[in-house]
């Protein structure tokens, strides 16, 4: 699997930490810097054109930027161009990640499928702190991939692991197939998306095994007033659609990033 260039992950990561504070990006001026620092990928080096792996790798981070200016249709097609062009196991990751952010759950789930287990498990043991296959996992109700088994991964991300394995769990106990748990998932990111936002974090999930309980938040920078709205649409549209899911065993809504430090 080829280590991904430098000014690709570095241009993933600042763009991660407009991410993290869950504020849409508006200024101009800073936008325009990024497009440009996007644009050299695509222009080449040392006068040479720039490679199909660099042009994906261009329509990929430009995908990253476009969740964050809430232009959700070009973080799809963008994506779909970037996969047309190579498979590359980092890139794939990264747009996965991206339409996670975006709410588009299933999305993101068929775009991980297309990465073997042996370049997840690849991918989870880089020195890439941004990279973390558990979370991708865990975001996408993607609960039964061999890669869990590796221990290698299990070794580093023992935690999030176990917490995985809980999940599926819980979900089979329930009688909630892993694609009916990531519709719902996919129902709020629908929510989530008409208010011109996005994931300000990893989804947070609590677990009681012994109670057979699990709770799916996703985190939001928005007001408590905003929040709470959000939280009532999403529950009326779930259980209108599912009337048959145990809302007081399994539970899907938003809450605030800050809440959670």
């Known amino acids: ?23 849409l990006l508006t200024d101009q001026s800073v936008i325009s810097k990024y497009e440009r620092s996007i644009e050299a990928i695509k222009a080449g080096k040392n006068c040479q054109p720039a490679s199909s792996q660099e042009v994906a790798s261009y329509y990929v981070i430009l995908a990253s930027l ?22 590359d196991p980092y890139l794939v990751y990264n747009q996965s990640v991206t339409l996670s952010i975006s709410g588009y759950f299933s999305k993101a789930r068929a775009t991980l499928d297309k990465v073997s287990e042996y370049d997840l498990a690849s991918l989870s043991l880089t020195e890439d702190d941004g990279v973390r296959i558990t979370s991708i996992l865990q975001d996408t109700i993607s609960l039964d991939r061999d ?15 176990d917490r995985i394995l809980e999940m599926r769990e819980i979900l089979s106990d329930l009688g909630i197939s892993d694609s009916q748990a990531l519709s719902m998932l996919d129902i709020a990111g629908d929510v989530l998306r008409s208010r011109n936002t996005f994931l300000a974090h990893d989804l947070y999930i609590h677990t009681n095994s012994i109670e057979r309980y699990l709770s799916i938040s996703l985190p939001v920078s928005l007001s408590a007033s905003e929040i709470a709205e959000m939280e009532w649409e999403c529950i009326g549209k779930v259980m209108e659609q599912y009337p048959e899911v145990p809302y007081s065993s399994f539970n899907i809504g938003f809450t605030s990033a800050n809440a959670h430090g």
């Open 147 to 161: 890669v869990l088994s590796d221990d290698r991964v299990r070794d580093r991300f023992s935690y999030d692991v």
């Open 66 to 87: 476009r969740c964050l200016t809430a232009d959700f249709g070009q973080v799809v097609t963008l994506g779909e161009k970037a996969l047309n062009m190579t498979q």
């Open 1 to 23: 699997m080829p280590a991904p260039q430098l000014d690709t992950a570095s241009l993933f990561y600042d763009l991660n930490r407009f991410r993290i504070e869950g504020r």
